[in-house]
């Protein structure tokens, strides 16, 4: 992001000059997150006009209907057998709280090995299918409702799945449900560094993710704008959360199956923090500064990345650490900057180039926080052809961009390449998971082109013309590919400064149902954004 706060992630189409998006209209949907679209319930469920299978997000993989049906009520239990009750105690807790938000029954959780009687709720452990993995579940209805699985994940799954139905209607057909999902991460990335969002707005999208069984949450702090988390050397923005209000959410988002993962990004994107710290500026040979990025190749400014790191690493129990590391310098912007060549020369030998020292100092990053028992995740753009030293292969890469340029030594590698070379790679393609504050260009992806045009082994950067992402090509994965890991929505806060956090969650509530179906990539009950949006309008948001 640049400093009038707009990301050349957005603006990279205005610069090359001829790829200005058509803007579009966002097509309607349903309420965001708020306390009626919450508590509402709804006579008649939707169902998939072209199978048996009831309405949820996402859509059921398999579904067998029988006959006779569940009603929750007043006498209705929670009931967990006692070899599986430690590992089942927090879902079972949690699925009673949210079944009292939605029906107005507790759902007194037992601890037994009584066979269940009508109206309750079996959680166990018992599935031996190995095709669910850790996250998929069993769901069994009639006169009861067991739900199965090999994890207590796949239980808690097939909770929000139950907790759909009972929306729809307090009486569920009867029915048995197999579910999975295809790919392992499905979230959100969320920039509080331009904009707080605050502790409110953060817990209650922790609990519609998990609604939605999207299960990760990337939560990008720091910035040129801001620096949204209490910080020991007094860095923080005047709007920021304490540490205590982070171990909170972390968790919460614990409780509900997502993994949190902050991104200090560097060495650009170092705006606010250089603030307090001009020495450590980037600054050419005729002492001109680029206030948002950090001169590494100083022995002060590394010691002052990584003591921000480690200040960090602990607050975050999740396995990974994100350094961004995107967007720093232009290829031709680096022959401006002698020091930075000089740099990895010393560090990597006489055939580096200043781009290589990027690569170094992700490496360097790479091995702090692995000595920590954390994988490091990037963004792509450095990821070019020409690089004689590699980012090492056990970092996560997220692919956000292409450039197209006739300059073959300025494109990113497709995700492909990256696959090949053995990097494991996040979908965060520009289009159609992007979002941000508008009008800009080129407009952000609407739902209806994220859920017509787009699937998670489809990869586009920044430059299209319209809705549909034409102009430029995809580029596509095997669909079965096990080094894709999934797909994010990400909203991007900056380039307004009237934006609410409101507006935030306008945006996001669609996008993220559509993000739910994708990721998770069990056959869609409609084909068409129209016919979906009666489904997400009749789910609504989490119930708590």
């Known amino acids: 992001m640049n400093d009038n706060g707009f990301s050349r992630r957005r603006i990279l189409a205005g610069a090359l000059g001829t790829l200005a998006g058509v803007a579009a209209a966002q097509t309607a949907h349903a309420a965001p997150l708020t306390s009626s679209t919450a508590a509402s319930t709804a006579d008649s469920p939707v169902t998939d006009g072209g199978s048996s299978r009831p309405a949820t997000i996402p859509a059921l993989r398999e579904w067998t209907a029988r006959s006779g049906s569940f009603r929750i009520g007043p006498s209705s239990r929670i009931l967990v057998r006692p070899t599986d009750s430690h590992r089942l105690r927090s879902d079972a807790r949690l699925l009673a709280e949210d079944l009292r938000a939605l029906t107005g029954h507790a759902g007194r959780i037992v601890v037994t090995n009584d066979a269940p009687q009508s109206g309750d709720v079996v959680l166990d452990l018992r599935a031996r299918d190995t095709l669910l993995g850790t996250e998929g579940y069993l769901l069994t209805v009639g006169e009861s409702v067991r739900i199965s699985a090999r994890a207590s994940a796949g239980v808690f799954y097939g909770t929000r799945t139950l907790l759909q139905l009972l929306r729809q209607n307090t009486t569920v057909p009867a029915g048995t449900a197999r579910d999975w999902p295809r790919y392992a991460e499905r979230g959100l990335m969320i920039d509080i560094a331009r904009k707080h969002h605050s502790y409110d707005w953060l817990a209650a999208h922790i609990k519609d993710l998990a609604y939605l069984k999207l299960n ?325 948001s989490a119930p708590s």
């Open 216 to 540: 990760y949450l990337h939560i990008h702090f720091s910035d040129d704008e801001g620096w949204r988390i209490e910080s020991r050397d007094g860095l923080q923005s005047p709007e920021y959360l304490t540490k205590a209000q982070v171990r909170s959410l972390i968790e919460l988002a614990a409780r509900h199956h997502i993994t949190v993962v902050p991104e200090i990004d560097m060495p650009g994107h170092l705006g606010w923090a250089l603030k307090s710290h001009p020495e450590f500026q980037l600054r050419d040979a005729d002492g001109n500064a680029a206030p948002n990025k950090i001169d590494y190749s100083i022995p002060a400014a590394r010691k002052f990345l990584r003591d921000l790191v480690e200040e960090y690493l602990p607050l975050f129990p999740a396995p990974y650490w994100h350094m961004g590391s995107d967007e720093f310098l232009g290829e031709a912007e680096f022959l401006k900057y002698p020091q930075l060549d000089a740099y990895a020369k010393d560090t990597l030998g006489p055939a580096a180039t200043a781009k290589d020292g990027i690569h170094g100092l992700v490496n360097d990053f790479n091995k702090l926080v692995r000595s920590r028992g954390k994988t490091l995740r990037v963004w792509n753009d450095t990821f070019t052809p020409d690089s004689l030293f590699p980012v090492d292969k056990n970092v996560v890469v997220e692919w956000w961009t292409d450039l197209n340029t006739p300059i073959p030594s300025t494109n990113p590698v497709t995700p492909q390449e990256l696959v090949t070379e053995g990097y494991t790679v996040l979908n965060a393609s520009f289009y159609p998971t992007y979002a941000y504050p508008v009008p800009s260009s080129p407009s952000p992806a609407t739902p209806r082109a994220m859920y017509e045009n787009w699937a998670v082994h489809r990869f586009h950067g920044f430059a299209y013309f319209d809705d549909n992402g034409t102009g430029f090509p995809f580029h596509d994965l095997d669909p079965a590919e096990p080094g894709n890991r999934g797909a994010a929505v990400h909203f991007w806060s900056g380039g307004s400064t009237t934006w609410t956090e409101e507006q935030t969650a306008e945006s996001l509530f669609p996008r993220l149902r559509v993000m739910a179906q994708k990721t998770w990539e069990s056959a869609p009950l409609v084909s068409t954004y129209e016919e979906f949006e009666p489904i997400v309008q009749q789910l609504g």
